[in-house]
């Protein structure tokens, strides 16, 4: 509803502006979900959502959620930061520093496969007496 004056509180308007851009990332055992958002003032914003799927005592899978907000005034502190302790670790590590890339496809079969297993009901494999 719009009134003189007043914008919408309507929650798809809201969304429509919040949500801005967004890229997945695989890698291995993780999930990083880079999302830019913007505000009611439409300035721009990130938030870094890193996502590991656990095991609960249940046995049950559930997925374990971090999340960091970075805002626009203080993206090149962090991307300096950021440059900074990765050059560190790899001036550090020197010869041994090394990291395997692993090809998305390779990793999303390797999920699919375990996910698979996951699904096991020992109760349907049935009695053998």
Do not use: C, P, W
Request: hydrophobic fraction near 30%; avoid cysteine.
């Amino acid at each position: 509803m719009k009134m003189d004056g007043y914008e919408s509180n309507d929650d798809s308007q809201r969304d429509e502006r919040e949500d801005v851009y967004s890229k997945v990332v695989r890698a291995g055992k993780r999930t990083y979900f880079f999302d830019v958002k913007s505000t009611k003032g439409n300035d721009f914003y990130l938030t870094i959502t890193e996502s590991k799927k656990r095991a609960g005592r249940d046995g049950k899978f559930f997925f374990e959620k971090h999340k960091i907000f970075l805002y626009k005034e203080d993206f090149e502190k962090f991307e300096e930061g950021l440059a900074e302790v990765v050059n560190f670790i790899k001036e550090k590590q020197g010869d041994s520093f090394s990291y395997e890339r692993t090809d998305n496809a390779e990793v999303d079969a390797e999920v699919e496969i375990q996910s698979e297993f996951a699904k096991i009901d020992f109760d349907d494999l049935g009695s053998s007496n």
